[in-house]
């Protein structure tokens, strides 16, 4: 749906800005001067409302923590063929010491 | 004075392409030295005279448009073109990838367990924050598409509370993406599946602060009455990156985040 908007705009050029031509009812229904309230309606109708259900769903995953995996010391895992050029060497840039076991096990 | 007698514009003698490219060799060279030789300031030069050259260089396009008057209609053209082939570029920038991540997923090797995603991997729920940061950046496609038709519509109070609006998601998906990046159980150093899975999304991310400080430029020139409604290329340009950053976070999500788990 973004990409036919982008879509319209190369191919249109300066004319792009109008709606969408015949894809979707509401494109379809809406006048030229009527564009910027069509946009308006969709955000704070659909939009930010799906924003907002996605982040009571996480809210509501977060609830219940997940205990963490057992270490097993697979040698296709925490690879360290060349130390990492900040601190000592060990550690990935966003190491997490309670979910990232260094090569030789968690931390903690 | 002289006028000229085309529509082009022939820009004045300018810095920073040269400084810009002593920047891009500073930074570069600077990166081997980190790796190589433990030391960072080569790089911190570079990185810091890239962001220089790219505010003074852009803040000349600026005068050299808004207050100079030297972007006609075929200058306008060809700047379309150009931002149109670089967009382009960065889809195969991308494509390559999503490459290594489909040649590594699709035949997992003995090493792994065979099977993707590898032994000991335990991904990240797509149903969780990766679907938030979807929603995200798909109302954020609206917001900006709502910011679009009121900069047309000249109504300016809109225009500013819908791009304030895009740039405020682009930023709380930044967000989600660093900490979803220190909670994750497994690490850029795990096998091919964190090689993948980091490189990719991280270059994702990159674009996604570069498509949020374009559209955050656009903002502040849309408050200072930059764009009027027939003509704002800035603003086009930065709605086409981020929707373009929008849809290589939707194959992204569909890959790597959902059939990849």
């Known amino acids: 749906m973004a990409a ?45 409302p799906g924003v907002a259900v996605c982040m009571l769903n996480c809210y509501l995953k977060a609830q219940h923590e997940h205990e963490r995996p057992e270490f097993v010391p697979y040698p296709h895992l925490r690879i360290r063929t060349k130390r990492f050029p900040w601190g000592d060497g060990n550690k990935t840039l966003f190491h997490n010491p309670h979910v990232n076991p260094l090569p030789t096990g968690y931390e903690d | 004075m002289a006028h000229q007698a085309h529509s082009y514009h022939m820009v004045d003698p300018s810095p920073w392409p040269i ?12 990166l081997t030295m980190w790796f190589h030789s433990n ?22 396009i600026v005068r050299e448009s808004t207050f100079q008057g030297h972007h006609t209609p075929t200058v306008q053209k060809g700047l379309r ?23 590594s997923s699709l035949a997992p090797t003995p090493e792994l367990g065979g099977q993707w995603p590898p032994v000991g991997i335990k991904p990240l729920d797509p149903m969780d924050v990766p679907l938030l940061n979807t929603a995200i950046l798909l109302a954020s496609g609206v917001t900006v598409t709502w910011a679009h038709h009121s900069i047309t519509e000249a109504s300016r109070k809109q225009a500013i509370h819908a791009l304030l609006l895009t740039v405020l998601l682009g930023f709380y998906f930044t967000a989600l993406q660093a900490m979803e990046y220190y909670e994750a159980p497994f690490s850029i150093a795990d096998g091919v599946y964190g090689s993948t899975f980091f490189v990719a999304t991280g270059f994702h991310g990159l674009h996604v602060i570069i ?13 200072k009455y930059h764009f009027t409604p027939s003509h704002h290329f800035g603003f086009e340009a930065a709605a086409w990156y981020w929707h373009f950053v929008d849809v290589v976070w939707l194959f992204l999500y569909i890959s790597i985040y959902w059939w990849g788990s």
């Open chain 1, 4 to 48: 036919l908007g982008r879509a319209s705009r190369l191919l249109l050029g300066a004319a792009a800005p109008r709606s969408l031509p015949a894809r979707g009812v509401a494109a379809a229904a809406a006048h030229e001067e009527g564009g910027a309230r069509m946009w308006k309606t969709l955000t704070f109708v659909v939009a930010l």
């Open chain 2, 19 to 30: 400084l810009g490219a002593a920047a891009a060799l500073l930074t570069a060279s600077g």
């Open chain 2, 39 to 60: 030391s960072p300031r080569l790089l911190i030069m570079g990185l810091i005279s890239t962001i220089l050259v790219m505010f003074q260089w852009w803040r000349d």
């Open chain 2, 81 to 103: 073109y150009g931002m149109a082939l670089f967009i382009t570029s960065e889809a195969f920038f991308f494509l390559g990838f999503f490459w290594a991540f489909f040649h």
């Open chain 2, 211 to 223: 498509g949020s400080t374009f559209l955050l430029v656009c903002l502040l020139r849309l408050i």
